[in-house]
């Protein structure tokens, strides 16, 4: 068995624990297969080993690979932070995009989505430990943005998504996906049906599960440790 092979296996078994820790079915849970910063060699070898939906971060090092698995039947997500000159490539190669977190950003999705394709489905990224350096809308504001979103042709608003301050606290983990999970409620009880909690990464996973996360993005706990170099600016 490969290295990618007994960590997808290692990953989907920790998944369907700690979902059983919750009362929860692991079914009600995607894994997302970070993929940034590795080749497409890596993407192939885990779709053999039944992973279909991979997240991306860096637009041009994503479009070389979604060219190079054409082959495959992908479902290609970008997780990384929206430039306005990067939105057309990411409207018309993704089927999903995790990291909207400005109108104007949506307003060029939904505009540059071909017609030929399903509606782009969206997630709202939240910063929800207010870190200067995370990209994210305020708490205070999602309920307006999301209303605002939703009413744009092209684009499905599923849900929302956060990168909580990193932490080996399980309860201040808790804490901060149980806050995502209550303005999700919010949003819901403002009518606008929304099914998708994107949160929870390799190191913080159980605890996003057990506050409700549907959608749990894992990188290095499949392909190992990232080697950044240089990346577009």
Not at 116 to 140: F, T, W
Not at 170 to 196: C, P, W
Request: negative net charge; contains cysteine.
């Amino acid at each position: 068995m490969t290295t990618i092979a007994s960590n997808l296996q290692a990953v989907r078994a920790a998944i369907s624990a700690s979902a059983a820790s919750a009362g929860r079915n692991a079914d009600e849970i995607t894994l997302l297969a970070v993929s940034k910063t590795f080749p497409a060699g890596t993407i192939r070898e885990a779709f053999a080993e039944g992973q279909r939906c991979f997240a991306e971060s860096y637009v041009q090092e994503a479009i070389a690979k979604i060219s190079a698995l054409k082959d495959l039947a992908v479902e290609w997500h970008f997780i990384g932070p929206i430039q306005s000159n990067k939105t057309r490539p990411i409207a018309e190669n993704f089927a999903w995009v995790h990291s909207v977190d400005r109108l104007k950003t949506a307003e060029r999705l939904s505009l540059q989505r071909p017609e030929n394709l399903p509606p782009l489905q969206l997630c709202l990224q939240v910063n929800i430990s207010d870190e200067e350096s995370k990209s994210g809308v305020a708490p205070e504001e999602i309920g307006d943005l999301a209303e605002a979103v939703a009413k744009l042709p092209n684009l499905t608003l599923r849900g929302l998504m956060a990168v909580p301050a990193p932490g080996d606290d399980e309860s201040v983990q808790r804490a901060a996906f149980a806050e995502l999970r209550g303005l999700y409620e919010k949003i819901n009880r403002m009518g606008l049906h929304l099914d998708t909690l994107s949160m929870g990464m390799s190191d913080d996973f159980p605890a996003a599960i057990a506050e409700g996360s549907t959608m749990v993005r894992i990188g290095s706990a499949i392909f190992g440790r990232r080697n950044y170099h240089e990346r577009e600016a």
